[in-house]
Each structure stands twice: as structure tokens, then as C-alpha cells.
T-cell receptor, first 112, second 117 residues
Framework: AQSVTQLGSHVSVSEGALVLLRCNYS??????LFWYVQYPNQGLQLLLK??????LVKGINGFEAEFKKSETSFHLTKPSAHMSDAAEYFC??????????FGAGTRLFVKA | EAQVTQNPRYLITVTGKKLTVTCSQN?????MSWYRQDPGLGLRQIYY???????DKGDVPEGYKVSRKEKRNFPLILESPSPNQTSLYFC????????????????FGNGTRLTVT
């Protein structure tokens, strides 16, 4: 069965520190993977997506993610956190058909 | 401006009183979908539509109805709301099946927070 697991419902980092948000997936077919960000009182916005063209994907706001098939992972990173990065982040999986499967989300806190 | 518009943003209602949440997109997208967001559960798909007059169930369709009479509109109908439908609802659209091609990420509305007492 297809699934997405985000490790850690809450992550807290200091401003300027590395951001690492973890996502693991399960899929029997080659996946399309996405990271979305949700700011308070807003809908989700696309950060980046993996569609098999390149394993290291760069997104908006300095975020990037690396697809590792052997580890079934698609972790999101940013070298230096900014206060404006505080939000909830969702990893999502699309494997065909008409359905996108979302992880439970990770709320990122950034301390001054 | 390209956008997905949901109304209302906030809604409080009582058990059993029919309600409709509207969703409209101005991007000529073929695919539209409704999700509910609950703490610890992420987003779960309620219904989706591939095009006008083509709809199908997602993972949690019980208690909901949808229609797609026009390409731009995809209303969510709760015929007899119950307290377990208290949630944050999102409408989303994409050019075609999510994941296919560079034009197919999901575009989300700002959400509708529904409380059923």
C-alpha cells in the first residue's frame, strides 16, 4: 500500500541553524513526491517536487530535498533557518490514478 | 490573479442542517479535489473530479456530496452534518492529474473551518 510517514510532528531549530524535516514513503511503483508548506490561516503551497528528472530537487525559499530510493526517503533541508520559515510542512506522494497521499505534517518552530 | 477561492472561511452550524462550501478556480484546471485536515492525520481526500460531470470518492467520502456542473466550480455539500465533520476543509485544483508534467502541482484554497455542534 502507498503511504507517507513524516518523522516528528514538531521540530524546533534556532534561527540560522540547519532545518531537516524527514519524510519516508512506501510505494510499489516509481513515485512522484512533493513538499508543501502551510502558513497560518492559509492553504498549502508547493515548495518543491520530485518527478524522476533529478534526485536533488531545489525549491523556493532556499529549501531542497533529496530523493533516496534505497532509503525510500525524501527529506527536506535548508542550510539556515529564518524566522519566516515557521510553518507546517507536508510531504505528499503521488503514484498514479487521481490521488495524492499526504503525510501527517511537521510543524517547524524557529527560535530567535 | 490565479487562485482557488473557497467560501465561507469560517462556518458554525448545528447537527443536521444542510450546508454547502463553495470552491471556484480561475485557472481552467481539469482536476479538483476536496480534503479535510485534522490534527495528526494530515490531509485526507474526500472527493475528486477529473472534469465536468466526472467525480469519484476519495478516502473519506461518507457524509459528503459533490458536484461538477461547470469546470471552475466544485462545491462540497454536507446534507446532514454531524460533529465528527468538524474540521478544516481545503479545496485544491491542478491542470491535470497531480504529478504529471510541470503544470500539475495542486493549488489550494485558503480553507474553510467548519464547526458542527
Amino acid at each position: 500500500a502507498q503511504s507517507v510517514t513524516q518523522l516528528g510532528s514538531h521540530v524546533s531549530v534556532s534561527e540560522g541553524a540547519l532545518v531537516l524535516l524527514r519524510c519516508n514513503y512506501s510505494s510499489s511503483v516509481p513515485p512522484y513526491l512533493f513538499w508543501y508548506v502551510q502558513y497560518p490561516n492559509q492553504g498549502l503551497q508547493l515548495l518543491l517536487k520530485y518527478t524522476s528528472a533529478a534526485t536533488l530537487v531545489k525549491g523556493i525559499n532556499g529549501f531542497e530535498a533529496e530523493f533516496k530510493k534505497s532509503e525510500t526517503s525524501f527529506h527536506l533541508t535548508k542550510p539556515s533557518a529564518h524566522m519566516s520559515d515557521a510553518a507546517e510542512y507536508f510531504c505528499a506522494l503521488y503514484t498514479g490514478g487521481f490521488k495524492t497521499i499526504f503525510g501527517a505534517g511537521t510543524r517547524l518552530f524557529v527560535k530567535a | 490573479e490565479a487562485q482557488v477561492t473557497q467560501n465561507p472561511r469560517y462556518l458554525i452550524t448545528v447537527t443536521g442542517k444542510k450546508l454547502t462550501v463553495t470552491c471556484s478556480q480561475n485557472m481552467n484546471h481539469e482536476y479538483m479535489s476536496w480534503y479535510r485536515q485534522d490534527p495528526g492525520l494530515g490531509l485526507r481526500q474526500i472527493y475528486y473530479s477529473m472534469n465536468v460531470e466526472v467525480t469519484d470518492k476519495g478516502d473519506v467520502p461518507e457524509g459528503y456530496k459533490v458536484s461538477r456542473k461547470e469546470k471552475r466550480n466544485f462545491p462540497l455539500i454536507l446534507e446532514s452534518p454531524s460533529p465528527n465533520q468538524t474540521s478544516l476543509y481545503f479545496c485544491a485544483s491542478s491542470f491535470r492529474n497531480p504529478g504529471q508534467g510541470n503544470n500539475s502541482p495542486l493549488h489550494f484554497g485558503n480553507g474553510t473551518r467548519l464547526t458542527v455542534t
